[in-house]
């Protein structure tokens, strides 16, 4: 899978720029606790919002099959027990597969899709997610009482670990924070819409809607991004 590949370099340089640091995946510590659904924070009993105030709010999730070592948890900015007051941030996941995992297409369609769902189901106690994947925006509250117990990007981020890996497929996953006031928000939410994009592309090739490509809303993307195109042409010739 290398159609995110470009994608996820582009973003990652940026990171790099900017300045990261590896969170600890140490299990000396309890797993933060999970609730069984999203629990509402309100105003009162929060700290600060992640991206509140109308600040930037940017999340991503893209695939590839380029081996990676082991799962990280990077983090560009600073912590949450160190945030202060509504933040910009962001959060990229990537998630390592092996190549073979996509040699049947649509299969590997699917599962692409159930890898994906993961993120809207992971709750970390006293972090309230608010996705909205058509706006591109990933807003979280976090609570006053979590804050005092310790929560922190590291324990967020071994929960999300813990659910893509209940995935057998998913070889390991870097897991990207951002709360750096100086980021350049904007331009990776370019990149993040163009991962969206190409999922949406997906969805569409796999499911015949759009057949004419001088008809389709996301030539654009298939324009741009290595492997669409063939694709979406393989799956005419079935």
């Not at 600073?78 to 996941?93: F, H, K």
């Not at 015949?208 to 993307?221: E, G, T």
Request: hydrophobic content about 35%.
């Amino acid at each position: 899978m290398k159609l995110y590949d470009t994608l996820i370099q582009e973003s990652l340089e940026m990171v790099e720029k900017a300045g990261v640091q590896r969170l600890s995946l140490s299990g000396d510590l309890p797993l933060w606790e999970t609730e069984k659904e999203q629990r509402l924070i309100f105003q009162k009993d929060m700290a600060y919002e992640l991206g509140g105030s109308g600040l930037p709010a940017v999340s991503g999730l893209a695939f590839t099959s380029r081996p990676a070592a082991c799962d990280e948890i990077l983090l560009c900015g600073p912590d949450l027990p160190r945030v202060q007051t509504d933040s910009p941030y962001a959060r990229l996941t990537l998630i390592h597969m092996e190549d073979g995992d996509f040699q049947d297409s649509q299969k590997a369609y699917q599962l692409l899709r159930r890898i994906e769902y993961t993120r809207y189901h992971v709750y970390p106690r006293g972090f309230m997610m608010r996705i909205s994947t058509s706006a591109g925006r990933e807003p979280v509250r976090v609570s006053r009482e979590a804050l005092r117990d310790g929560l922190d990007f590291a324990r967020v981020g071994q929960l999300f670990l813990r659910a893509y890996h209940e995935h057998p497929q998913v070889r390991a996953v870097k897991l990207l924070f951002i709360t750096a006031p100086d980021f350049p928000y904007e331009r990776l939410a370019e990149k993040t819409s163009k991962m969206e994009a190409v999922t949406g592309s997906l969805d569409q090739i796999f499911h015949n809607l759009v057949m004419d490509c001088r008809s389709c809303s996301l030539k654009p993307v298939c324009d741009e991004v290595e492997g669409l195109r063939e694709l979406h042409f393989a799956r005419q010739a079935r």
